[in-house]
């Protein structure tokens, strides 16, 4: 699939739109339109509904070592600003970039790609941009500084695969042509840039007031786990659930709504008993990457990848990534939707006693009385008394944290389809079709009248009503009957109901399925009933 079909599709249907387009848009953010706000509530929806609502805490789940409790929490988005600091973001949590001097652009170190190649006696890595024709970009662009001409490739040694600029010698970057750069050696030594949104509370704009936008939703849930606890009668084993804005301030947002400066994560932090952990771990990495198939990314191109031990963050002894091969994205390169870390005890003991380095730089609004940087947690014991046993222990955590703008947007590529289907003179037409799974489907069903007279408009528009009722639907009586399908199979809609004339004689009307392209007569008393039954499945 081209990925441009796709973007123009979107916009076109009003699935996205790039934020403040009037003013031509602001890089890294982006507003869902009528159609894409149902497609992305409906996925938060999906996530709440089977990680939270239907969970069954009665219940050993397949693969569980035992049955557990789920909660919810939604937490503001400015945080005490320590809570950044003993999380590590404040310190930590920061992009290697890279700038180039020639064309006043800045990369991520670890995302800029390119391959090594000699020619005329000089051995340059040579950079893109492009991602969906790397190769060739690259040879182009070396064609270019080497002034050959396309008859000359064999001129060009190739010395190994395309790399990323981390993987290679800092002495080497003055051997690097930076996209578009007419003379290699253009690009700085690689720098920190800290990720966090700042901003300030109040009236006095000064370091005691500076806060920060959270880069993620997981604190708020450490910071509340004793609230929720004391509150509620939870019991270890639980998780607590949270959906939310992030922001982050990336460097190079890119690829549609995949790397944005705002989007929304679905994070569950599960709280259980250290000697259990592991299996509990193994339970939410396989639950997880299960719930995407069941919602129809069933193609091979999703995958569940475990960390390498050099992955690891220092607390954690197990991660794994439910990745996307996303069609925009270079050969072999596969994208994150979400992370599932075994975290151990991690942020509660930091959020409990402060672990961070006190070498790391302070956080001006947390200085002491004697003027030195604070460099402690909250003080508060977050440990659990387990009132069986009697014993007290600080929960082990497990964290499977999603983002639902990339799940958006594999649903979007995933279900992304040009197929055939006939015309209303029965003639085999080309289409293009998103061939969402229904529960995700922005509208669930369309009602059309066969023709705008004989009754049949008043008889639509009382099933639409009723439909409207119980699930999304659409009414629209316009255009050639066959326009109407199609214009509902590019918006995804899995089912159209249309009453023609046989509807006047017997009370029956006829749905037609998305996919199959299948049609069969209904009671318009079953209608409602059976389009429920099927999107809920
Ligand atoms: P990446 O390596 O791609 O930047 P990450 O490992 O930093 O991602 P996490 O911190 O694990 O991401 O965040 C959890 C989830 O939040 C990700 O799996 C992703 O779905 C989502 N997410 C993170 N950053 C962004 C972003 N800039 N835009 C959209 N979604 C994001």
Same mark, same amino acid.
């Given at each position: ?21 009037? +003013?031509?848009?602001? %890089? ?13 509530? %409906? ?9 939270? #609502? ?36 404040? &310190? ?20 800029? *790609? ?15 941009? /492009? ?17 050959? *001409? ?10 190994? !695969? ?25 690009? #700085? ?10 901003? +300030? ?7 005691? /007031? ?16 004793? %609230? ?23 460097? #190079? ?27 509990? +771990? ?60 075994? *975290? ?5 003991? /930091? ?22 940087? =604070? ?5 508060? !014991?977050?440990?659990?008394? &387990? ?71 008043? =008889? ?24 109407? +399908?199609?214009?509902? !199979? ?9 009453? !023609? ?11 037609? &399925? ?24």
């Amino acid at each position: 699939m081209e990925m441009e079909k796709l973007v123009s599709l979107c916009r076109r249907r009003g699935f996205l739109f790039q934020s403040s387009e009037i +003013y031509g848009g602001l %890089n890294g953010f982006w507003d869902y339109g009528p159609l894409g706000v149902e497609l992305k509530r %409906n996925i938060k929806n999906a996530w709440w509904q089977d990680m939270v #609502t239907s969970h069954d805490d009665l219940a050993v789940l397949p693969g569980a070592p035992g049955s557990y409790e789920m909660t919810g929490l939604d937490c503001a988005i400015v945080m005490h600003p320590q809570v950044w600091k003993v999380s590590g973001h404040y &310190d930590l949590f920061h992009d290697m970039m890279v700038d180039c001097r020639q064309k006043k652009e800045r990369y991520r170190f670890d995302q800029l *790609r390119g391959r090594w190649v000699a020619a005329k006696g000089q051995r340059l890595l040579i950079t893109t941009l /492009s991602e969906e024709n790397e190769e060739a970009e690259i040879e182009r662009a070396a064609l270019k500084y080497f002034k050959l *001409r396309a008859k000359e490739t064999a001129q060009l040694e190739w010395d190994g !695969d395309i790399v990323t600029l981390d993987t290679i010698a800092i002495s080497d970057l003055d051997k690097v042509l930076a996209p578009g750069a007419s003379e290699p050696g253009t690009l #700085t030594e690689p720098r920190e840039f800290n990720l966090m949104f700042e901003t +300030y509370c109040g009236a006095i704009r000064d370091e005691k /007031s500076k806060a920060f936008l959270r880069p993620e939703t997981a604190q708020g849930i450490f910071v509340n786990f004793k %609230n929720v606890l004391d509150s509620s009668r939870v019991k270890v084993p639980f998780g607590i659930a949270q959906i939310g804005k992030s922001f982050r301030n990336e460097i #190079t947002p890119r690829h549609f709504t995949f790397r944005s400066r705002e989007f929304e994560q679905m994070e569950i932090e599960f709280f259980c008993h250290p000697d259990t952990s592991r299996q509990w +771990y193994e339970y939410w990495r396989d639950r997880r990457m299960q719930w995407y198939m069941d919602l129809g990314l069933a193609s091979g191109r999703l995958r569940l990848r475990d960390h390498t031990p050099e992955e690891l963050s220092h607390y954690s002894t197990g991660t794994a990534d439910v990745e996307y091969a996303f069609p925009f994205m270079a050969k072999g390169v596969y994208g994150e939707l979400e992370g599932i870390a075994h *975290r151990g005890d991690f942020d509660l003991r /930091s959020h409990s006693e402060g672990k961070l380095d006190p070498a790391t730089r302070p956080l001006t609004v947390e200085l002491g009385s004697d003027g030195q940087p =604070i460099h402690r947690g909250s003080g508060k !014991d977050m440990t659990y008394r &387990d009132e069986t046993t009697g014993q007290r222990y600080l929960p082990h955590v497990i964290e499977p944290s999603a983002g639902a703008d990339r799940a958006a947007l594999a649903f979007l590529c995933e279900a992304y389809t040009e197929d055939e289907a006939p015309d209303d003179q029965g003639k085999m037409q080309k289409r293009t079709v998103l061939k969402f799974h229904p529960r995700l489907a922005p509208i669930k069903a369309a009602v059309f009248p066969l023709v705008k007279k004989d009754g049949m408009p008043e =008889i639509a528009r009382e099933i639409y009503r009723a439909l409207k009722r119980h699930v999304t639907a659409f009414y629209d009586e316009k255009g050639a009957v066959g326009r109407r +399908y199609r214009r509902q !199979d590019e918006a995804g809609t899995p089912y159209c109901v249309t009453v !023609d004339g046989q509807t006047l004689a017997d009370k029956t009307v006829t749905i037609r &399925d998305r996919d199959s392209l299948q049609q069969w007569r209904v009671k318009i008393d079953d209608v409602a009933e059976q389009i429920v039954e099927k999107v809920n499945r």
